[in-house]
DNA sequence: GAAATTCTGTTGAATTTTCAACAAAACGGA
DNA sequence: TCCGTTTTGTTGAAAATTCAACAGAATTTC
């Protein structure tokens, strides 16, 4: 376990808690670790909300998929980053989106009712790690809101161009890396691919934007 | 204050808290009650993040305008709702959302840092609000994933139906009133209203609904 | 109760997206 | 390095959306 010691500092859940603690604490919760290979799934959509998840390392993709097959990409979550809090947290019966690794990854799988309710050895921590969801949770909702912000526009070009911006801004710079392929922005955006490729090539063509694979500059 | 008490309890924010500590409370909070006429801004974009609303009576909407003059409706608050946390809890020097009086509406409004921060009078409830709010938010991720399990619809006629077939899971029941005039379930779904307005007529001719103002029925 | 305002439904044209199919490029493994 | 797989870009046709304009219904205001 002291082995993702270095990744657990920097996982916002943990926040106030000192090394020390950090162990005991683990074992208080049961934390267990599962390594998932590309493409398997860590959280199946219907399952039952008990477990959140941290990165150690990889990343992942919460996703959801229609009864048509259409895929949305809702978030990505990169290591040291937790997903499905919200779920466990609110005690849903059923999971509504699945959770895929985006590469081989180490995941932290912890039991939520285990920081939510006061265990019997009274441990003095769950009150801080319940302040930390409560952040957790709140600038998860900044998130959705941002990506609403994106996808309400209208068009294939408007949704990019305001994702770019926001990427932008976000690197402080007009030169930035974006997490996804074409398929995995087509599907964050909720645009056809085809389409988003055709409207990259014509936004090159007009000198607003130079990209080169995941690579943008903003003109 | 004592007038509001009956919606107070009704407060996911309250929870737990009884009675005689209620108004002992709400003076340590410096909770204020302020009322708006319909259309009138509670709380305004790119203002401070300082205060959570609740909603006394009448109702308000969480909106975005865009540059186009393009309106979103993020959601809607109704009474003994709550809004605004999310902004107030994670602290954002800037809100990318309006939140607009639907009616003539009775606001109470309490500056965040009051519940996140123990005050000098060492009130003993911070722990609970604590609690209610990390609650609270997990259960408005939850709407957003909803909302985007509809908004993610590439058609008009998906996004009706899918948010259709939401609100009658809800009630319990394939007849049931939707909170929305057109004008605003278009701009909740994120299409033009008269293109909603002709899909609502063609699936009425089709015999998949039927429908008067905002009364539905699933057939 | 009449007038003014707001809301809703309809329509056609212009724009945009989606869909399917394919080829070129990039990538990964043996 | 070669081969198979995955990713990306392109294209044209079909489908859907948006936009603007208008008329009738419903609601509000005085």
Redesign the pocket.
């Given at each position: 376990m002291k082995k993702y010691f270095n990744i657990l500092r920097k996982c916002q859940l943990f926040d106030g808690i000192d090394d020390n603690d950090l162990f005991k604490m683990l074992t208080c919760l049961g934390a267990k670790v599962i390594e998932f290979d590309k493409k398997y799934t860590i959280i199946a959509e219907q399952s039952k909300a008990t477990y959140l998840g941290i990165v150690l390392s990889g990343s992942a993709d919460v996703v959801q998929i229609d009864y048509?097959g259409?895929r949305s990409i809702l978030s990505k979550v990169l290591t040291s980053e937790i997903f499905a809090e919200a779920f466990a947290c609110a005690g849903v019966q059923s999971i509504p989106i699945s959770v895929i690794a985006n590469e081989p990854s180490e995941i932290m799988l912890i039991d939520a009712s285990h920081i939510l309710h006061t265990c019997s050895n009274n441990c003095g921590f769950h009150q801080q790690l319940i302040f930390n969801l409560m952040k957790i949770l709140a600038n998860k909702n900044l998130e959705f809101y941002e990506r609403i912000e994106i996808t309400s526009k209208?068009?294939?070009?408007?949704?990019l161009l305001t994702y770019l911006g926001l990427q932008a801004k976000r690197a402080g710079s007009n030169q930035f890396y974006i997490p996804?392929?074409?398929?995995?922005?087509?599907d964050y955006l909720?645009?056809?691919?085809?389409?988003?490729?055709?409207?990259?090539?014509?936004l090159r063509q007009e000198g607003v934007l130079n990209?080169?694979?995941?690579q943008f500059e903003l003109l």
């Open positions: 048509y259409n209208r068009t294939t070009r408007e949704k996804f392929n074409r398929q995995d922005l087509a909720e645009v056809d691919r085809s389409g988003l490729s055709a409207e990259i090539s014509k990209s080169r694979k995941n």
